[in-house]
């Protein structure tokens, strides 16, 4: 396909498709539903449903499906035909509204928390009409919302839509106080940059901690990884840009607006970033975007991994969240304009922002807390664990002479002169980027750098647009009670940049110094594993916050405690398994058997002249032998470990002892195995190598 324009959102039944078949009373009632949040009429339910089937069919789909985002931080999908019996004996293709606002899987079989009871199956979706419908392979998928008979959320999305709301709600009372009468919707966008690695089918499928866990559980360095820093923004390969352009035109189909594609950093990792979009359909598109990164991999004889730190040592995967908030009529809050000293809303905005952050730090680091991302925040390739902001030397200067009511003098603009005619010259931007930072101001946005990989955006958009209302809700309560609205304005800016100025830091976060500072100095959280943070999300103030604006329920809130938790513990118990099997069935024998070899050699030598000494293998086999032990007694410690998990008790003890214990006997297992590798056979050595997996694409 050549002609972009032509199949771009093809397989989407977007505005464009909507317009173009429904009727104009009922296409204008559905627009408001999803522009204004109005009530959806059941006969327009009837009317888009439809439609919406006659499209379908026409595109090859037989089958349709309410797909929705339960707590397993995967899609989930129940496929059923669109036939129906007719009275002559054939059958008629047909879909009802109801069909479409409703469906009805089982809700004992996904994530609860305890809210459902495995003989309390009943769980409803409810269609989501503010994200389009999709075609994929042969059925239509409608995204739907996710929730328990008791109307509990058992999803991502619900939460997510409620947290839009709330920050809709807010940001429009603080608009109004501005004057502004005509915005009639305020919502949240998110471009978020998705990492990934490729590497071929065949070494992925000799691994098994690969395909049990997604990550590397062995590995030993390869001489060269990205040391010489030639992977970065390099020239893409052959098959990896056979593979971009595929995935491209799969995502195209689909209306997700696939941009940016690069190599990043370390051997066989990537990037893809879209063009922002709303949050949800932003949030609907990145899992989709995982899905078929994945599915179009295996055309290529690829596999595309999205762990966060599936190889050790090596550069980990992020997905950064680029957020921003904007009103229907396209303005930008968070754009400071040419003269952001002088643009009190933009101000507000931002204080509004600052607060959040500070505020609700330990609320950012719970919505990024997994058992893979705790591999990577503080590495040197992401962000630290303690949560801090990036504003630049431009917006610094403005917040430090509103604090110490002095005149701000500006950044004066530099002009980029390369020292070549030829060359272009141009105007130098005002703020530097820090790749450092966790969430650092990127001209109009915020660029939120601690999400995994592999996780969804849900949860941190959840957070940050719910604390940010908070702020907002604060800021308009005073703000309406104020006689003087400009003098109460600029005292409320003034007092949370002095209240929060320690949230923000404009140097290097992989400094130990500056850990030291944020958490000795200033105060700031330094929750290093999920089961270090997620006890917090049960503080009081973070409940009543959550709880206040309607985005979750107390039972909701304890319920993603639970689930976390419980995914935690069960994801490292797999990996230490795992490690456990591939030590003892195949690390062990191909040492052993290496050994073998090397003592017959050095029988069959001093055969010939006992006089031999044989030197260099008699020490080997005396080192393969000492590793032998020491990989089978590093075993024997982590099964002895992990079978004490279960007598923990609750699943917090059992996650903290998995932290300390467990844990600690893997690192213990993988050093005695790490060793033996540097000295085994490469002919024994039962699996691909690191050198092997990162340079295997070509």
Known sequence: MSNIPDYFGSLVFDDRVMKATLAADVYSSLRRTIDEGAQLDPEVADAVAVAMKDWAVAHGATHYTHWFQPLTGITAEKHDSFISPSPDGGVIMYFSGK?????????????????????????????????????KGKTLCIPTAFCSYGGEALDKKTPLLRSMDALNRQALRILRLFGNDTVKCVRSSVGPEQEYFLITKEMYDKRPDLRFTGRTLFGVKPPKGQEMDDHYFGAIKPRVLEYMEDLNEELWKLGILAK???????????ELAPIYSTTNIATDHNQLTMEIMQKVAERHGLVCLLHEKPFDGVNGSGKHNNWSISTDTGVNL???????????????????????VDDYQDLLRISVATAGNDHRLGANEAPPAV?????????????????????????????????????????????????????????????FRMVGSSDSIACANVMLNTAVAESLRIYADRLEAADDFKTALGEMIKKTIKDHKKIIFNGNGYDDAWIEEATEKRGLLN??????????LLDKKNVDMLTSHGVYTLTELRSRYEIILENYCKTVTIEANTMSGMARTQIAPAVEAYSAELAGSVAAKRAVDPSIECAYETALVRKLSGLLDGIAEAA???????SE???????????????????????????????????????YWPFPSYADLLFSVR
């Open 99 to 135: 069909e479409l606002i409703k469906g009805e899987p089982d809700a004992s079989s996904f994530p609860s928390g305890g809210i459902r009871a495995t003989f309390e199956a009943r769980g409803y979706t409810a269609w989501d009409p503010t994200s389009y419908a999709f075609i």
């Open 260 to 270: 940016t594609e690069h190599n990043e950093v370390a051997p066989a990792q990537h």
């Open 334 to 356: 968070l754009s400071p304009g040419e003269t952001p000293y002088d643009n009190a809303q933009f101000l507000l905005f931002l204080c509004a922002v600052i607060k959040a």
């Open 387 to 447: 949560v801090s902001m990036f504003l630049g030397d431009e917006l610094n200067a403005v917040l430090e002479a509103i604090e110490s009511d002095t005149p701000y003098k500006g950044v004066e603009k530099t002009t980029m002169k390369l020292g070549v005619d030829v060359l272009p010259t141009f105007s130098r931007d005002t703020t530097d980027r820090n790749r450092t930072s966790p969430f650092a101001f990127t001209g109009n946005k915020f660029e």
């Open 527 to 536: 929750y290093r594993t999920t089961p270090d943070c997620l006890p917090h």
């Open 636 to 642: 024997d410690a982590l099964d002895a470990a992990v």
């Open 645 to 683: 998990i279960d007598s923990k008790g609750e699943i917090g003890d059992e996650a903290n002892y998995i932290r300390d214990v467990v844990i600690a006997r893997m690192a213990d297992l993988r050093r005695v195995c790490d060793e033996a590798e540097t000295v085994t056979s490469k002919k």
